[in-house]
Every structure is written in C-alpha cells, then in structure tokens.
C-alpha cells in the first residue's frame, strides 16, 4: 500500500482521513460486546458510522463540513495551494480531531503531517483520520491504552474497473466471489479495500515502514461486523511480542440517500507490570 494519509481515494493514494464534530455518546454496536467508550459523533448527524465501535477510543464524525472551521496558520500553509474542497476536507478532519483530542483532555493546537503524510498527534497520543465525499471522522486514544490505531471510510460501491485486481490476492479474490453469492448486499472489494487502507494506517506507526497489497490478506466475517488481517511480512513488535495480525470491525451506513463503509483497528497497548 502507498499514499498519502490524508488522501482521498484512488489506486495510488489509499490511505484515508476522515473528520467528525460535535460529541453525542454513542454505544457499542448491536452484538459487539464492547462497552461504551469516547466516541462521540455529531449532534443531530443520527446513526454514526465509526463511533462506539472501539471503548477508550475517541471518535468524532461529520457528515457535511461546517462554515469556517478553523485551520491554525502552519496547518493552512500545507493547503495553501488546494483547491476548495481540499481545504474544506482539510479544515473539517481536524476539527474532528481537535474535538476526539478533547475528549482526551488535550488542548487544541495544530496538526501537521509527519513521514508518509501521516498526522503529528501531541505526545501520548496515537490517532487516525479519514475523509471520503460527505463524511469525515478522526479516532484518538492515549498511547498507554491502545498502541496504534487505523480508521477509513469509503462511499459503499463497487470499486472502480480493475482495481480489484490490483488489491486483492487470489484468495481475497475467491473470499469475495464467496462473500457475494451469500451476502449480496455488502459491496465486499470495496470493504476489502477499506480494511487495507485501516491496517496501513494502523501499521505505518508501529514500523515506519510501508507495507504492499500483498502484505497482508483480509478475511471479512459477514456475521460479526468484524475483518482478520493476517501479515505476509513480519509484523510491529508491541510490548515485546510480535503482532502477526490484526482483527478489526466494519459497518455499513446509509444518511440522505448516501452509502458508506468503514473499518477501524485497534491495537491495545501492553499491559504494564
């Protein structure tokens, strides 16, 4: 996988940033099992696509940019030269994530990108962020509880001619015909595509390496709302112990006559002795 982490989606940039405002507790989804955390979405925005599927982590989501979100002055100099909807992508997505960081108790300030585009969250604290046409959301947590984190959203179609067959293995490949035979309804390449995106984001902070489509292989579970990324590569060392995979949720939603998926992984930090 390569691309910039806060760029919308194409076959070359295939990591995501989304942006939520505004906090209304939402619990865990139906069967989840999880107990409600942080995560917050906007007021009157109804059923949220990310919150309430991870506790301890703080999630904000936004359906529509607001008028005039603030960018501090060394945020706007990096989209300087950005179209409108760029910036207007740019602006919302961190006030999202300004809003999760508060949650947490941090005070607001810039959010600037690191190496492979990815966002400087303030010290202590891990983070992702994702945007695709009409949503937003950021997900923050305190590094002594979740070691890493990946989210990512996607319009819920079919991906574009082809790019299947840059992004799925042989065996994603027949997983997929499997998937949509049984459960028509999910647009199962484009989740695919979603959960690599979530498990590069979650990756990239535990290496700094860069990690291929053929690094790892999802295996999506259509009863639980829940996704299996097993590594190809060696995996991140997280508390002395090698992570040879990552488990993650997805759901689906549909606001104002739009579809969209998203997944998000959550890697729990080690226990301290």
């Not at 009157?44 to 979100?69: I, K, M, Q």
């Not at 810039?110 to 962020?129: D, K």
Request: net charge neutral; proline share 10%.
């Amino acid at each position: 996988m390569t691309g910039h982490q806060e760029s919308g989606s194409s076959p070359n940039h295939l990591i995501r940033t989304c942006d939520p405002v505004g906090p209304v507790t939402s619990g865990p989804p139906s069967g989840s099992g999880s107990a409600p955390g942080r995560n917050t979405t906007a007021p009157g925005t109804g059923t949220g696509l990310l919150a309430g599927l991870f506790p301890d982590v703080s999630v904000v989501e936004l359906f529509a940019d607001p008028p005039g979100a603030h960018l501090y002055p060394e945020e706007a100099r990096l989209v300087a030269r950005a179209v409108g909807k760029r910036r207007s992508e740019f602006a919302t997505v961190r006030l999202c994530a300004r809003t999760a960081l508060a949650g947490l108790g941090v005070a607001p300030g810039p959010i600037l990108r690191g190496p492979g585009g990815a966002p400087v969250w303030p010290e202590g604290v891990v983070g992702s962020m994702t945007h695709c046409d009409g949503y937003r959301a950021a997900a923050v947590a305190e590094n002594t509880v979740v070691a890493s984190v990946g989210i990512d959203a996607e319009p819920h179609a079919p991906l574009p001619a082809g790019i299947e067959r840059l992004v799925a293995l042989p065996e994603e490949r027949r997983t997929l015909d499997r998937l949509t035979r049984t459960h028509p309804a999910v647009h199962w390449d484009r989740l695919l595509f979603s959960a690599k995106e979530s498990t590069y984001k979650t990756w990239f902070p535990l290496t700094g390496l860069w990690l291929d489509f053929g690094d790892c292989v999802i295996t999506p579970d259509p009863d639980n709302g829940t996704f299996h990324c097993a590594l190809n590569v060696p995996g991140p060392v997280v508390g002395g112990r090698r992570v040879d995979g990552f488990t993650g949720q997805w759901r689906t939603v549909t606001r104002d006559g739009a579809a969209f998926v998203a997944t998000a992984i959550a890697v729990p930090a080690p226990a301290l002795s």
